[in-house]
């Protein structure tokens, strides 16, 4: 099996896994490498040298630049922006400058965020639509806003959890309604 690309599309890179689909207007530049069973929406940008795992969902109007490595399962809503490069200037660019940042398994990122290079967005963790994320969200954390805050923890499923807080101060999140187990996160 191969990969689907529109006729619209640039395809550089040849590492590209079996079943993805690459739609209209879509940049894949040279050694960048995207798995198997992805979708890549209307005019999304991937720059060289990314690494995107298998199953990722990239809505329209993504950039994806070098540096950004994204797991399996991952979803990328529409508009969403990565960056590269903490203190950019269009006289001076170094490929020594690139600041990597990671989106780790299952995650979810809403439609028209930023995400500023150097972070580490936890597996199935949730970054609502709008925000901009500036520092490590932890796995299953829920975070939004500008900055981002961390405001709760979500389950594998996306459903927020409830937390009891024990004696000693420590947050435990409990089962989820969908049945999964998320196990205890201490913040």
């Known amino acids: 099996m191969a990969f689907l690309e529109h006729p619209t599309a640039v395809v ?35 720059d060289t040298e990314v690494e995107i795992g298998d199953n990722v969902k990239i809505q329209n109007f ?32 170094d490929e020594q400058k690139v ?12 439609a028209g965020s930023t995400v500023i290079c150097g972070i580490v967005i936890g597996e199935y963790a949730m970054v609502g639509a709008g925000s901009v994320v500036t520092t490590d969200v932890p796995g299953f954390g829920l975070v939004y806003g500008n900055p981002a805050r961390l405001k709760g923890f ?4 996306g459903e927020r959890l409830s937390e009891i807080i024990t004696e000693d101060g420590e947050k435990i999140v409990y089962k989820c309604g969908c049945g999964k187990e998320v196990g205890t996160t201490r913040v």
């Open 154 to 157: 979500v389950c594998y499923c």
């Open 62 to 93: 993504v950039s994806v630049y070098k540096g950004v490595t994204i797991e399996d399962d991952v979803f990328i809503g529409p508009s969403v922006t990565f960056t590269n490069d903490l203190y950019p200037r269009a006289f001076r660019w």
């Open 12 to 46: 550089e890179s040849d590492e590209i896994g079996d079943g993805t689909k690459i739609w209209h207007f879509v940049h894949v530049r040279e050694r960048a490498r995207i798995g198997k069973d992805c979708n890549i929406g209307k005019s999304v940008y991937i």
């Open 99 to 110: 600041v990597l940042t990671t989106v780790k398994k299952g995650a979810s990122i809403g």
